[in-house]
């Protein structure tokens, strides 16, 4: 079953916008990964939080950490048209290796 | 970096017949690999994954199985194709340690008429 389930599953903005995805999971975790994905395309990783981070940075992304909530969101600011595309947040479970667990993912379209 | 190579990036087959995907890494040495399905708007599946040559642990049962004859190549095969085997196959890697993120390659988009 999927571990982390993303929030809105559609997102269409207009450029220069903030997009805002939330991500929820269910069992302790190692830490928590953001990919991005263009259609037809294989997943990019954006950013990786652990477990005992709460906040992290990288360029135009932010991605927020919740451990006692299980929840996770990534925030892009200041959105341009090359963003759009599918985000998915992946858990990394204790216990599981470096195996991950994807969501179903937020599909983005910003429009120029 | 990791560089991830799959192939061919789309395939058409009939049902029943037989499926060899590849994946070959370059970048890394002694990588975890693994295969992944997508169905068209979802997220991904686990299909197996491989911690070393040889070695291949299965996630969901299915008609499909995978090899590992050298460290960085890893093969999805099925020996008869069935209908619910059409979707996006992904190959993905990372180096072994805690707290490492996967590269993908661009995945094989697989059609069974």
């Known amino acids: 079953s999927q571990q982390g389930e993303e929030d809105p599953q559609a997102l269409s903005i207009q450029e220069g916008e903030n997009a805002t995805m939330n991500c929820s999971y269910k069992?302790?975790?190692?830490?928590l990964q953001w990919y991005r994905q263009n259609s037809g395309r294989g997943l990019v990783h954006l950013i990786l939080i652990r477990s005992n981070e709460r906040e992290k940075h990288s360029g135009r992304l932010r991605v927020t950490l919740d451990t006692s909530k299980k929840s996770s969101s990534l925030l892009i600011t200041a959105s341009r048209a090359a963003d759009t595309a599918s985000y998915f947040c992946?858990?990394?479970?204790?216990?599981?290796?470096?195996?991950?667990?994807f969501g179903g993912g937020t599909r983005l379209m910003v429009k120029p | 970096s990791q560089t991830i190579h799959q192939w061919p990036a789309t395939l058409v087959q009939p049902v029943g017949s037989p499926l060899s995907l590849e994946c070959t890494v370059e970048?890394?040495?002694?990588?975890?690999l693994y295969w992944y399905r997508q169905a068209a708007g979802r997220g991904l599946q686990l299909l197996f994954y491989?911690?070393?040559?040889?070695?291949i642990s299965s996630e969901v049962p299915q008609n499909l199985s995978a090899s590992r004859p050298q460290d960085r190549q890893f093969i999805l095969s099925s020996k008869k194709l069935l209908l619910s085997d059409s979707g996006f196959y992904l190959c993905a890697s990372d180096p072994r340690g805690n707290n490492q993120p996967q590269h993908f390659g661009d995945g094989t988009r697989l059609s069974i008429l």
């Open positions: 992946a858990t990394d479970e204790r216990n599981a290796g470096n195996m991950l667990t």
């Open positions: 069992t302790s975790i190692n830490n």
């Open positions: 491989s911690v070393g040559i040889g070695q």
């Open positions: 970048g890394t040495s002694n990588p975890n």
